[in-house]
């Protein structure tokens, strides 16, 4: 038969603390005690622990394992983070972060696609909720840390006191695994942080590319107007002298009406659309923001099987789900640590057995007792907690199943932006150009009339403005699909 404390050094041999931010969870098929358990049963145990019996080291691990967690936080890698921000960007806006006058500033006049995406990072209301959240999770390390120094110090202090008074203390065991579960806690606060800026960066991408869009249309507009703005009253002359239908006269009257119409509605759905930037960033709804720079989204983008692999191990649902499978596992193996030495919960609590000296009767608390092995209340929460393991692995499953298709779905939207902004750009808007410029020549030597150039010059906008209108959607495509694999550092793309 083995002895107690055989019994928990194979238990502190089989739980040692590995805090390690990006570790991957094993997940078995099916869930059977572990080998320490089976073990404890056969043996009884009771009587607290004394201080002796807790190495100081744990506190150390405990320790060491939340300065990882805020160097993560502090200096994250690239690959744990949706998003790496450049440092000299980082150095230059993050007085901008809690200054909104100088967010403002940053933002006027032409500002870059960087320049946002940094300033949506450290302004959004979501992002700066899931920072908290996660800074709280890492404060559980402090507290495991804490705790264990002040059960030390009241151990002692109620062991000098003789047989007055005796203290328990909770096992090494449990507490290893306390900073276990803290790990998970932490990493799940993580990736489900790493969500709420992929989030914002995703929705400050696509108002980027649509306030693109929208300055790039309205310069279009400003040009048509000026082309079609005096044509109404040079028909009318033309006219009142025969040289023109009153049909060409109409139809230039109604294409310029349109033009303005269209021109109104450009500049509103810009308005709005800075509106939306701003409540992003947390501004005033009146905040003057500038416009993008005239540059393009880029079309480099690697092919969908290469991006598959980099999303199962990088997307950050999967990432947290398996934070909580591991969590939900080392919980069941705690609750068999508690009961399997015959201790019950809330081993954290010194011993509430006090006898006096004198006194033949003792009150004894459950510190010191054996608890009853996984029944009552403590198997009900067993068989919870190995409810919700199984849930946690069939979500788990789910998202894995469901990535390939999801990446694929993205990366085919991008691939089609990507052929028809090279359709539009590189033959549509060419031909409609030159299309225009022999227009131009045959109207100069009199072998064209002036509503027929005119259609010619309106056909030669509308091109540039379907061109312009199929880069925005290769940028918003762009960021669906950094979104789906979970971040936007791809590997160099291969040529087609």
Not at 170 to 186: H, I, K, S
């Amino acid at each position: 038969m083995k002895t107690r404390a055989s019994v928990s050094l194979a238990f502190l041999a089989a739980v040692a603390v590995t805090f390690s931010a990006s570790c991957a969870v094993k997940i078995p098929e099916a869930y059977e005690p572990s080998s320490f358990y089976k073990a404890a049963v056969e043996k009884d145990a009771g009587g607290p622990v004394s201080v002796e019996a807790v190495p100081a080291p744990w506190v150390d691990e405990l320790r060491q394992a939340r300065a990882e967690w805020e160097k993560a936080v502090s200096e994250p890698s690239a690959i744990s983070v949706f998003h790496q921000t450049p440092p000299r960007l980082l150095k230059a806006l993050s007085p901008a972060f809690s200054d909104g006058s100088l967010a403002q500033k940053a933002l006027s006049g032409e500002f870059s696609l960087e320049t946002l995406e940094t300033l949506a990072l450290g302004r959004n209301p979501a992002v700066r909720a899931a920072d908290s959240s996660l800074a709280a999770s890492l404060n559980a390390y402090g507290q495991l840390s804490e705790l264990m120094d002040q059960l030390s110090q009241y151990s002692v202090f109620a062991r000098d006191l003789g047989a007055g008074m005796a203290a328990g203390f909770p096992y090494p065991e449990v507490v290893a695994l306390q900073g276990q579960m803290a790990g998970r806690e932490a990493a799940e606060a993580f990736f489900e942080r790493e969500m709420a800026r992929r989030t914002a960066l995703t929705t400050a991408r696509r108002l980027y590319w649509e306030i693109w869009y929208n300055q790039g249309a309205l310069r279009i507009a400003d040009e048509t107007l000026r082309l079609v703005s005096g044509l109404p009253d040079t028909l009318a002359r033309r006219y009142e002298t025969g040289e023109a239908d009153l049909k060409d006269v109409t139809e230039a009257l109604v294409q310029k009406q349109k033009i303005e119409e269209e021109r109104l509605t450009l500049k509103r759905e810009g308005e709005a659309l800075r509106a939306s930037l701003a409540a992003l960033l947390e501004l005033p709804s009146g905040a003057v923001l500038g416009h993008p720079g005239k540059s393009g989204p880029s079309s480099a983008f690697p092919r969908p099987e290469s991006l598959i692999l980099l999303a199962l191990s990088r997307r950050q649902e999967i990432k947290k789900l398996e934070a909580a499978v591991a969590r939900a596992e080392l919980s069941i193996l705690m609750m068999e640590a508690e009961s399997g030495f015959g201790r019950p919960f809330n081993l954290s609590l010194p011993s509430k057995r006090i006898s006096r000296q004198g006194e033949e009767a003792a009150m004894n608390g459950a510190t010191g007792s054996v608890a009853p092995r996984l029944s009552g209340p403590t198997y009900a929460y067993l068989l919870e907690t190995r409810a919700r393991l199984l849930a946690l692995k069939a979500d788990l499953a789910s998202a894995i199943a469901e990535t390939p298709a999801l990446v694929r779905d993205a990366w085919t939207r991008a691939d089609k932006a990507k052929r028809e902004a090279a359709l539009y750009s590189e033959r549509v808007e060419t031909l409609a150009r030159l299309n225009f410029s022999s227009a131009l020549k045959d109207y100069e030597t009199g072998g064209l009339n002036l509503s027929d150039l005119t259609e010619i010059a309106l056909a030669r906008l509308e091109a540039g403005t379907a061109a312009l209108s199929a880069r925005r959607d290769l940028g918003l495509a762009l960021a669906e699909l950094y979104e789906a694999v979970g971040t936007d550092e791809f590997p160099a793309s291969k040529p087609r």
